[in-house]
C-alpha cells in the first residue's frame, strides 16, 4: 500500500511539474521475458470513458498504448487486451477503427465485446430463428458468430404491419427507407415469420419505444408476435450497464437501463416476471475469458511458452492482470469479485469523477488518467 501512496504522490507531482516519471529500471520487456522466461502480466482497458470518449481517444491513450509495443518493429511486447461492455460490430471490425483512431495495431483477438460471449450459445441456436437489437450491426455480429438464421430486429419489425404505430412520426426511419439505405426496411405483408427461439440485446438500443413495444410482443407469445400468451423465449443482454461515458459531459443510459424499462413494462403486461440473462462485465466469467485471450496471446508472442503452459495445466501464468476502467460497479466491482490475478485501477475520465477512491467499489488504485495507470504498470513491472 505504501507503493501505491508513493506512486499516487510521485504521479501527482510529474503532472504537476512535468517532471519525466522517475522509471526505476532500463531492462525492456523482450529482455526480461526472452523466449525462456514467461511474461508475467497481461492488461485490461476498458474502452468508453478510458481510451475513448465516443471516437475521440483521452488520457493520453494514444501515447500509453503505444509503449506497450516494440518501439523500431512496431510489434507487440506487453500482452494487453480490450475489455469493453460496448460493441455493435463486428471485434474484426473494432479492431481497425480502434487502430485508427489510436495509431497502433490491434488485433480482432485483442477486442473483447460485452456480445463476445454470445459465441458460446451458437450450438444452441444455430439455425432456430433468433432477432439481434441494437446500434451498429446487430445481425452481422450474430452471422459472424455462426448463427445462421438471425434477423436485426429492424428487419423482423418490417414483416409485421403496423407493429410500431409511432413508426410513421419517426422521421430517421422513413428517410433511411426512402433512401433506400436500408431496403430490406420496407414492410413486406406477404412474410410470415417463424417462431423467434431467442431475442440478443447485442447493443444499445436505438428506438426504445419500437423495441420495447416489439420485444414484448415477441416474448409474450413465445415468439410469434399477435398471437395467444405462451412461455417466453429466452433473452440475452450483451451488458447491463445503467450507465456509461460518452461525448456528453454526464453520463448516459447504457443498456442496464433499457433493461430496466423493457423489464418493468414486461412485468406489468405479463403474468409471470421477464427472464433474461445478462453478459459483459462485472461477470467473473468475462474476467476469466480476457485471463485465456490474454494467455493465448502471450503464446502466439512466445511460442516457447507452449511447453510450460502445458506443463503447469495453463493456469497461473500472469503474476498480475491488471483493469484499467472508469466504472467502478462494472470494470473495478468485475475485477475485484475475479480475485487473484487482478488488480484494478480506476481513472477519473469517465463515469468515476471523484477525488478519493469509490466508497463501495473501490479500486486497487486510483489515477487520473489511462496514461498514468500504464505508466504505473510499467514502472511496477520493471519495463522501459
Ligand atoms: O455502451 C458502452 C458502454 O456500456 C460501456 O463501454 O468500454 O466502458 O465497457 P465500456
Ligand atoms: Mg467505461
Redesign the pocket.
Same mark, same amino acid.
Do not use: E, P, R
Given at each position: 500500500m505504501n507503493f501505491l501512496r508513493s506512486f499516487a504522490k510521485a504521479s501527482k507531482s510529474r503532472i504537476n511539474n512535468r517532471t519525466p516519471f522517475l522509471l526505476v529500471t532500463s531492462r525492456s520487456f523482450s529482455q526480461l521475458h526472452s523466449q525462456s522466461e514467461r511474461p508475467s502480466f497481461g492488461i485490461a482497458f /476498458?474502452? /468508453? %470513458? !478510458? !481510451?475513448l470518449r465516443g471516437s475521440a481517444p483521452i488520457g493520453g491513450s494514444p501515447l500509453a498504448l503505444k509503449r506497450l509495443y516494440h518501439e523500431c518493429a512496431g510489434t507487440l511486447k506487453i500482452p494487453f487486451v480490450?475489455?469493453? *461492455? =460496448? #460493441?455493435g460490430i463486428r471485434e474484426s471490425k473494432r479492431a481497425s477503427e480502434l487502430s485508427m483512431l489510436l495509431g497502433i495495431n490491434v488485433l480482432p483477438s485483442q477486442v473483447i465485446q %460485452?456480445h463476445s460471449p454470445f459465441k458460446r450459445l451458437v450450438s444452441r441456436f444455430e439455425n432456430e430463428l433468433v432477432i439481434a437489437v441494437g446500434k451498429g450491426e446487430p445481425a452481422a455480429v450474430m452471422s459472424d458468430y455462426g448463427f445462421k438464421n438471425v434477423l436485426s430486429i429492424d428487419e423482423y419489425s418490417s414483416y409485421f404491419d403496423n407493429i410500431d404505430p409511432l413508426a410513421q412520426y419517426k422521421k430517421w426511419t422513413s428517410k433511411e427507407v426512402e433512401n433506400n439505405t436500408f431496403k430490406e426496411m420496407a414492410p413486406r405483408n406477404d412474410a410470415s415469420p417463424q417462431r423467434v427461439h431467442a431475442a440478443f440485446i447485442v &447493443?444499445?438500443s436505438v428506438d426504445w419505444s419500437r423495441d420495447i413495444q416489439v420485444l414484448c410482443d415477441v416474448l409474450r407469445t413465445g415468439g410469434l408476435p399477435g398471437r395467444e400468451i405462451a412461455h417466453q423465449p429466452p433473452l440475452y443482454f450483451a &451488458?447491463d /450497464?445503467l450507465e456509461?461515458?460518452a461525448l456528453f459531459p454526464s453520463e448516459r443510459l447504457?443498456?442496464g437501463a433499457f433493461r430496466i424499462a423493457l423489464e418493468s413494462i414486461f412485468n406489468r403486461i405479463h403474468p409471470n416476471a421477464l427472464e433474461y440473462t445478462s453478459f %459483459?462485465?462485472p461477470n467473473p466469467s468475462v474476467y476469466k475469458n480476457a485471463e485465456t485471450v490474454l494467455m493465448r496471446l502471450v503464446t502466439s508472442l512466445y511460442p516457447n511458452l507452449q511447453v510450460l503452459n502445458l506443463a503447469n495445466g495453463g493456469d497461473n501464468i500472469f503474476k498480475t492482470l491488471y483493469m484499467i #476502467? /472508469? *466504472?467502478p460497479s !462494472?470494470?473495478i466491482k468485475g475485477a475485484r469479485q475475479a480475485g487473484h490475478p487482478w488488480f484494478s485501477i480506476l481513472t477519473r475520465t =469517465?463515469?468515476f469523477k471523484g477525488k478519493e477512491n469509490h466508497a463501495e467499489y473501490p479500486a486497487d488504485l486510483v489515477v487520473d488518467t489511462v496514461q498514468d495507470a500504464v505508466n504505473y504498470i510499467l514502472t511496477k513491472e520493471h519495463v522501459s
Open positions: /476498458d474502452i /468508453d %470513458g !478510458v !481510451v480490450f475489455l469493453t *461492455n =460496448g #460493441g %460485452g &447493443s444499445d &451488458s /450497464d456509461y461515458q447504457g443498456m %459483459g462485465k #476502467g /472508469d *466504472n !462494472v470494470d =469517465g463515469v
